[in-house]
């Protein structure tokens, strides 16, 4: 059964540093999300990405945060200069019709 | 603005019997999504169970049932014969358009479930 993948599983960081999540979505898919989660807290929506474009995002996906599909089959979600709110479980979706699959998640670790 | 909210921060039930988490939400939409997803601690999100709006009759899945009221905004999750594998954490996510066309989900706060021994 094809599935979400994110690498890496555990990212740690310093500070200040730039990080890049990377995602696979499933292949026939064309709607992309990223999804964060504080620890002990809900999933909250970063952004959507369509048609190689940002559809839609939310007021966390400030200037530190970008996306991109470099290739036709990853999908990226990088942050600038890391920050220590910004630790947290980081979930990639792709979505073709109306649900979506979710990722395993990568957890990021800023120090 | 669509929300979700879950009343109930954290449940309790003994294994082999039944409990059901809360949720509400709030959308002018009239179609639209409802999901129950469990996160485990490895914190995957694993797909419990949806309902598409437009259906009345409520989904079933194995040990898992909705009691989806639609004209209260409700979105109930039953679990039966409950198992200690279920503990979790338990999303109630609403997936809908806004005017914009753009969909995605809107998750409550989550309900942690433990089973009792």
């Known amino acids: 059964e094809p599935e979400v993948t994110q690498t890496p599983s555990h990212q740690v960081t310093q500070m200040g540093q730039e990080v890049i999540l990377r995602c696979v979505p499933i292949?026939?898919?064309?709607?992309f999300y990223w999804y964060r989660q504080i620890l002990g807290q809900k999933v909250e929506f970063l952004v959507s990405?369509?048609?190689?474009?940002?559809?839609?995002k939310s007021e966390i996906f400030d200037d530190q945060f970008s996306v991109e599909r470099p290739d036709g089959s990853n999908f990226t979600l990088k942050i600038r200069s890391t920050k220590l709110e910004d630790s947290a479980m980081y979930f990639c979706a792709s979505r073709k019709l109306d649900e979506q699959f979710f990722g395993p998640g990568t957890r990021l670790t800023v120090l | 603005a669509q929300t979700v909210t879950q009343s109930q921060p954290e449940m309790s039930v003994q294994e082999a019997e039944t409990v059901t988490l809360s949720c509400t939400y709030d959308t002018s939409e009239s179609d639209y999504y409802l999901f129950w997803y469990k996160q485990p601690p490895s914190r995957q999100m694993i797909l419990v169970i949806r309902?598409?709006?437009?259906?009345?009759q409520n989904a079933t899945e194995n040990r898992f049932s909705v009691n989806f009221q639609k004209a209260a905004k409700s979105f109930s999750l039953k679990i039966s014969d409950s198992q200690l594998g279920d503990a979790a954490m338990y999303f109630c996510?609403?997936?809908?358009?806004?005017?914009?066309?753009?969909?995605?989900?809107?998750f409550g706060t989550g309900t942690r479930l433990k089973v009792l021994a």
């Open positions: 990405f369509y048609n190689n474009e940002i559809s839609e």
């Open positions: 996510a609403y997936l809908g358009g806004d005017t914009s066309g753009t969909y995605k989900y809107i």
């Open positions: 309902q598409e709006a437009y259906k009345q």
């Open positions: 292949s026939n898919h064309l709607y």
